[in-house]
């Protein structure tokens, strides 16, 4: 069964720096991996989908990369903003229809 | 807008009052599934629906059902709630392939079993 482990569970950061976020799951027989961010109150939005055979995805200030093997990725996001504080969640798909496993997530707090 | 739609978005009933919670799409997805969120666990899934008429059970089916007569519509049926089934809900829809394929969700819906 796959598990999912996102450390640090919380993170506060000064605005402009530079952070990583990590996510490392058991099972490295995975199809894709996405990364969410839900803000206090509100649904899961999707911020990056990366393939198994991709080792990175960009878009904007976030960059996520994919080490399949080691079963671990990371989400980096480049000069933060408050608007950036919000729970990020990482999600392997390990194939079928019910096996995106999804971890608790990480906390970001960034502050002005 | 693309979007999955879900209501009601906040809902207190109590034990045994059955109630509905709808999720409807607009993306033309095959694949619809329901999440529950609660501390400390992460988000499970309840149940999914690959299409029309086509579901099965999640990790944490117990207490909950679900139908997919229409393409675009996924509810979630609780026919006698009780107090652990208090929760935040998700609804998510995707376009599968080999795997689920990028999920949509929707805003959630807050739970509160008395």
């Known amino acids: 069964k796959q598990e999912v482990t996102q450390i640090p569970a919380a993170l506060s950061v000064p605005e402009g720096e530079n952070l990583v976020l990590n996510c490392s799951f058991t099972?490295?027989?995975?199809?894709?991996l996405q990364w969410f961010r839900q803000d206090p109150g509100k649904g899961l939005t999707s911020l990056l989908l990366?393939?198994?055979?991709?080792r990175e995805q960009t878009s904007g200030r976030l960059n996520a990369s994919l080490d399949k093997s080691s079963g671990r990725s990371t989400l980096y996001i480049a000069a933060s903003q408050p608007g950036d504080s919000a729970t990020y969640l990482c999600?392997?798909?390990?194939?079928?229809?019910?096996?995106?496993?999804f971890g608790t997530g990480t906390k970001l707090q960034v502050i002005p | 807008e693309a979007q999955v739609t879900q209501n009601p978005r906040y809902l207190i009933t109590v034990t045994g009052k059955k109630l509905t919670v709808t999720c409807s799409q607009n993306?033309?997805?095959?694949?619809m599934s329901w999440y529950r969120q609660d501390p400390g666990l992460g988000l499970r899934q309840i149940y999914y629906?690959?299409?029309?008429?086509?579901?099965d059970k999640g990790d944490v089916p117990e207490g909950y059902k679900v139908s997919r007569k229409e393409k675009r519509n996924f509810p979630l049926i609780l026919e006698s709630p009780s107090p652990n089934q208090t929760s935040l809900y998700f609804c998510?829809?995707?376009?599968?392939?080999?795997?689920?394929?990028?999920?949509?969700f929707g805003e959630g819906s807050r739970l509160t079993v008395l």
């Open positions: 990366i393939q198994s055979s991709q």
């Open positions: 993306m033309n997805h095959e694949y």
């Open positions: 099972d490295s027989a995975i199809y894709n």
């Open positions: 999600a392997p798909d390990s194939g079928g229809y019910q096996k995106v496993t």
């Open positions: 998510a829809s995707s376009t599968p392939g080999r795997s689920t394929g990028e999920l949509f």
């Open positions: 629906s690959m299409n029309v008429e086509v579901t």
